[in-house]
């Protein structure tokens, strides 16, 4: 069964940063695409970054320059690097991964993913 557990939200200013890891278990993680989506209070969830086996990255344009991917397979582990946060960026942040061996992390939609982390809450003040 494979089990996605993330860490690492909190409250912290504007142009703070924040590293947001998420743990998986329950099968080969290297094989699988991960990614990160966010939701803020009353809103959709939102794709913010992907990370494919290979290491090829996606991000949101509202995020992109400011937040990394990355994922240390040997311990199967996929990071978020938050860095100049914004209030906007405030929301619950899950990790996804998705169950095609190989496949692409470039999944913009939320119901392409097929496991889902618990969330955690990532606040930003002003």
């Known amino acids: 069964q494979v089990q996605l557990v993330e860490s690492g939200g909190g409250l912290v200013q504007a142009g703070d940063s924040l590293r947001l890891s998420c743990a998986a278990s329950?099968?080969?993680?290297?094989?699988?695409?991960m990614g990160w989506f966010r939701q803020a209070r009353g809103k959709d969830r939102e794709f913010v970054a992907g990370?494919?086996?290979?290491?090829?990255?996606y991000y949101a344009d509202s995020v992109k320059g400011r937040f990394t991917i990355s994922r240390d397979n040997a311990k199967n582990t996929v990071y978020l690097q938050m860095n100049s946060l914004k209030p906007e960026d405030t929301a619950v942040y899950f990790c996804?991964?998705?169950?095609?061996?190989?496949?692409?992390?470039?999944?913009?939609?939320?119901?392409?993913?097929?496991?889902w982390g618990q969330g955690t809450q990532v606040t930003i003040s002003s």
């Open positions: 996804a991964t998705d169950d095609v061996n190989y496949g692409s992390a470039y999944l913009p939609q939320a119901t392409s993913w097929d496991y």
């Open positions: 329950g099968r080969t993680f290297s094989n699988y695409p």
């Open positions: 990370i494919s086996w290979n290491g090829n990255q």
